[in-house]
């Protein structure tokens, strides 16, 4: 069991490190989005326009970086969405069935669906090094891959819950930082 805590530590400092580097990106989402308004609005006092499709398409790409690979530490951080009515209620061995049960027959299955589907697709937007349609957009095969990045991570993060899910039913003592 203490070399899959170790496993389960690994996985949750990647996801921890994928989490800070995307704070870092929401900021800097944050600072094209306003790059982007300002220019339009500029643009529209003006007359010439400043404006790019390719700085309006970057920032759609960093929002789906910042939600796709925020999943995992989102749920590393137990910050998630779920209906805590009956939930808040058990106690923590019965609270850690539910979370390995929809772990495992539910975000796991999940995930790896995603990455079925999803692989083709990536695929073959490398193949043809797919660009936007727009004039001046940005490549679209690489935030394509994106998506079996992010699924991965949660994928990793499922199995590193799971484990001190299972460790926690077991009896098993969690160092601080391992709780689940």
Excluded: C
């Excluded at 389960?8 to 490190?17: K, M, T």
């Excluded at 951080?77 to 539910?98: G, N, P, T």
């Excluded at 499922?158 to 001190?164: C, G, H, L, R, Y």
């Amino acid at each position: 069991m203490q070399t899959l805590l170790r496993l389960a530590r690994g996985i949750d400092a990647l996801n921890e490190w994928v989490g800070k580097l995307v704070s870092w990106l929401t900021l800097f989402m944050v600072l094209v989005g306003v790059y982007n308004a300002v220019t339009r609005k500029l643009s529209q006092t003006i007359g010439v326009d400043l404006s790019s499709n390719a700085y309006i398409e970057l920032q759609w790409y960093m929002f789906s970086l910042v939600f796709l690979w925020g999943g995992a530490y989102t749920f590393l951080h137990d910050e998630h969405v779920r209906v805590d009515v009956i939930y808040a209620r058990l106690s923590e061995k019965a609270r850690a069935w539910i979370d390995l049960l929809g772990i495992l027959f539910f975000l796991i299955p999940f995930s790896l669906l995603m990455l079925y589907v999803a692989w083709p697709i990536v695929v073959d937007s490398w193949k043809i090094h797919e660009m936007s349609p727009d004039p001046g957009g940005l490549p679209r095969y690489p935030i394509k891959a994106s998506l079996i990045v992010a699924f991965v991570l949660l994928l990793l993060q499922a199995f590193s819950e799971a484990i001190k899910r299972v460790a926690k039913i077991a009896g098993y003592p969690l160092e601080e930082g391992g709780a689940a």
